[in-house]
């Protein structure tokens, strides 16, 4: 089945500066990569999401990057403000399964004023 | 749009009991709902796909007697932990897609955190 990892694991950036979380896949055929940001004790937020027919998407401080011969997809977000601190999940879409998804391990992120 | 309602979202009960969590689609109909079970600092878990009007699809090592789900409606699906005991202590999350057949956003509920005294 479909495995999707993540990294790093925590990361701590300077207010104002990018920050980076990476992530790979197994299943070729997965198709729909959507991102979540989770603050303590609440619900998954999509914050951003890209299909296999597109190799970048962005949205204001967010843009998330697909390589799909590589399998393996990014999140960047510039400028970083103290209200992105969260944990952030990639996730992945088998194609065996519809829109069931799989979830990275998740990445915590830490924005230093 | 896109809202989904899960209730309750606190339980506190004794070692036996058996739990039930509510995941109501409130503005769309839920052709399928997932259930998740997230343990402290760590991702989410996908216990089980459940499609309206039959049987839930449970992954690999998901006990399908004790966590029992239901999806009777378009916007409702239920979960029951049947005699839950300590190790069964988790945040369980459900979500809500509109369309089971081609990729679409999951719609998150605000979760229910069990507690297993």
């Known amino acids: 089945g479909e495995n999707v990892e993540q990294h790093p694991s925590t990361l701590s950036v300077q207010e104002g500066d990018s920050a980076v979380i990476k992530c790979t896949y197994s299943?070729?055929?997965?198709?729909?990569f959507p991102w979540y940001k989770q603050e303590l004790g609440k619900r998954p937020q999509l914050i951003i999401d890209i299909r296999s027919n597109v190799g970048e998407k962005k949205d204001q401080r967010i843009a998330v990057t697909l390589n799909k011969t590589a399998k393996h997809f990014s999140l960047h977000i510039t400028e970083t403000q103290p209200e992105d601190s969260a944990v952030y999940f990639c996730a992945a879409t088998p194609y065996s399964s519809a829109s069931k998804i799989i979830f990275g391990s998740g990445t915590r992120l830490s924005i230093r004023p | 749009g896109a809202v989904v309602s899960q209730h309750p979202s606190w339980v506190i009960c004794k070692s036996g009991t058996s739990v039930k969590i509510e995941c109501r689609s409130l503005?769309?109909?839920?052709?399928?709902m997932f259930w998740y079970r997230q343990f402290p600092k760590q991702s989410l878990m996908l216990m089980a796909t459940?499609?309206?009007?039959?049987?839930?699809?449970?992954e690999q090592g998901v006990e399908k007697d004790k966590f029992l789900i239901n999806h009777a409606s378009l916007t409702l699906s239920t979960l029951t932990v049947t005699s839950a005991h300590p190790e069964d202590s988790s945040f369980y999350i459900c979500?809500?897609?509109?369309?089971?057949?081609?990729?679409?956003?999951?719609?998150f509920g605000d979760g229910t955190r069990l507690s297993i005294l």
């Open positions: 459940s499609n309206e009007g039959s049987k839930a699809t449970y």
């Open positions: 503005d769309f109909q839920a052709t399928t």
């Open positions: 979500s809500a897609t509109a369309d089971g057949v081609s990729n679409q956003p999951q719609h």
């Open positions: 299943d070729s055929a997965s198709n729909y």
